[in-house]
């Protein structure tokens, strides 16, 4: 499994956008890019998941370059309630005994208002 | 939509008892796994099972066993308690990555383990 970095934490502001990067530099041609959210004290939630280029979903977006060493996690107009910790994940999801997760260090958003 | 539920939700046990916890997967979900996340603590995976077999194993103690049943709900067995497991133990449940595009995992609320 490809080793993720991203970062510790991150504040921001009511309504404003978040952008938070995962470097993946050993990622392999298989691997999908996959980020989770975690609120406090409860499960992790399956955000959004890319292989290249943008993906976007009705919670997020997600951008990757084309040399796919990358990734940001794009979250608009952000509310007290987006306040969790995000997981940057990559692993190839088709090869079921490697399907499970190994979260790292997760980035920890808190949202002010 | 159903959800992956555990029980119980909470639970307090004294030091060296026993502890089973339970998870009933989404319908028609395959494949269950286990993962065990300390205070301040990122999860970290400790079993899966896929089709009542044994598909992974990550930091599990030999302490703990768990087993999926023919109905596919799974339990986490736990012996001679010791104050470092107390945790939140969160289940996930998916459908096999072989046969759709991507195993999303789906948690459930976890079981929050309390060893005095």
């Known amino acids: 499994l490809a080793k993720t970095t991203q970062p510790i934490s991150m504040d921001s502001y009511e309504g404003q956008e978040v952008n938070i990067t995962c470097s993946h530099n050993n990622i392999a041609t298989n691997d999908y890019i996959t980020w989770y959210q975690q609120f406090p004290s409860q499960g992790p939630r399956f955000i959004i998941q890319g292989y290249k280029t943008k993906v976007t979903n009705e919670v997020a977006s997600l951008f990757i370059p084309a040399d796919r060493k990358s990734s940001t996690l794009s979250l608009p107009r952000v509310s007290l309630s987006d306040t969790a910790v995000y997981y940057c994940?990559?692993?190839?999801?088709?090869?079921?005994?490697?399907?499970?997760?190994?979260f790292g260090s997760g980035t920890r958003l808190s949202i002010r208002p | 939509a159903a959800g992956v539920i555990q029980s119980p939700r909470h639970l307090i046990k004294e030091k060296r008892e026993t502890a089973t916890l339970k998870c009933y997967p989404i319908?028609?979900?395959?494949?269950v796994y286990w993962y065990q996340q300390g205070p301040g603590q990122d999860p970290q995976f400790l079993i899966s099972?896929?089709?009542?077999?044994?598909?992974d194993k990550g930091s599990i103690p030999d302490r703990f066993s768990a087993q999926q049943f023919s109905d596919y709900h799974s339990e986490l067995n736990m012996s001679s308690l010791e104050l470092g497991d107390s945790a939140l133990y969160f289940c996930?449940?998916?459908?096999?990555?072989?046969?759709?595009?991507?195993?999303?995992?789906?948690f459930g609320p976890g079981t929050r383990l309390t060893v005095l």
């Open positions: 994940l990559v692993g190839d999801p088709q090869y079921s005994s490697a399907s499970k997760i190994i």
């Open positions: 319908p028609r979900h395959d494949t």
């Open positions: 099972f896929y089709e009542k077999m044994q598909s």
């Open positions: 996930a449940s998916s459908l096999d990555g072989t046969s759709v595009d991507y195993n999303e995992q789906f």
